[in-house]
């Protein structure tokens, strides 16, 4: 097992400090854990000079950069993912140390992985302007409880039979797995790029991770 690596060309980085750059990339996430290499343009996936950043497991220690044996995509952000080829990451490898709790989904790769929902992440208590108490989902995940509320708040409803009822909901499955991703990064230390590298989901894939959102499964 591998851990998937990240590259980012000097012109890219701009001298920042690896925090300030993480952030501004979108990969404020991953700044955690990982250890960084100077690359030269000979050695790079771009051809370009810049750092590789890499993430060591046990068994795996390898920071370079192989083009025969590795697999490189290009972000919209700039950044360059790469994976090894006859060893892709795992859902075990690309935990966070402390997890929030989810309903575990197989995808199309094999593993099963922890997607956090709004019933399940953790919750914070809050005073409220009357000195009553309530709980409110943790600040850093709030994020995530309002855009399932708006999705929610479009769900068509309409009685199938006495105790059941149908729910009508249309989605397009291209945006839908950019929240799927980023509610997996809660857990993982996931990006788009890793996952279109690992082949990890399928269209049938992200409709139940979608329905798991929401503790309802979408029927074909």
Known sequence: MAHHLVFIENEVAKGEDKATLFKRLGLEDHTAGCDALPVSSEESPSEQAGTLFAWRTKGDDQIIVNKEKQEWLKSADGYWVGV????LPKEEQLRRPYMQKGKWITFRAGDKWKLPTVSTIDQELAL????KWEFKPLRELSWYSEEIEKRHSSFEYG??????????MNYDALEVIELVIRALRINYRLLP???ALMRLMTKRDISEAYGAMFDIRFME
């Open 84 to 87: 090894w080829k006859d060893n």
């Open 128 to 131: 409220k302007d009357d000195g």
């Open 159 to 168: 009685e199938v039979a006495e105790g059941s009822v149908s729910i009508h």
């Open 193 to 195: 790029e890793v996952a």
